[in-house]
């Protein structure tokens, strides 16, 4: 196997890695992606093919990101849920990763979640709305990353090929 082809597959393997994590917040996400189009640009042997794809590819992943960001922050300031209950929603996602196998991050965020506006509110119903609120809020920021993720990815893949037939 030539450097070019073993760049190739690992840069591969990373962006898999990494639109994964746009869905899996242990995980490396978008950020992944773009420094795995900017290593095969330098290193994959794609000369002009590869930055033009390490290019679109980056617009998709900061677009990704802002809309994440942007769309996650809106709806929960619309719903005037603060950043504390957001991070201590992270901190039992954390420990209930491994109290839980696999389901452990979603059940300790949303329970944290819960628990922090419960404290917050002092009322179940309210306690529960803003957490629904800011679930779904997270999931939206979620949905979007990941689907510009997978569309830098996918321009990636296009890259590999029209290299490879040049």
Known sequence: ??????VTVLCGLAI??????????????SILIGLSLLAWAIWGGA???GWVVFGIGMVFVAAGM??????TGRKLKQHSIPGRSVVVGLVFGVVGMFIIPVVGL???????LLLSELHRTRVLGTAVTSSWAALK????????????AC????TWVIGVWVAAAS
């Open 47 to 49: 000369a002009t093919t």
């Open 106 to 112: 979603f059940v300790g965020f949303a329970a944290g």
């Open 66 to 71: 802002a809309a994440s960001a942007v769309l």
């Open 151 to 154: 569309l830098a990815g996918s």
């Open 1 to 6: 196997m030539n450097p070019e082809t073993v």
């Open 137 to 148: 809020a997270t999931g939206l920021g979620m949905i979007v990353e990941f689907g510009l």
């Open 16 to 29: 898999l890695v990494g639109v994964a994590g746009t869905v899996i917040p242990v995980l490396p996400g």
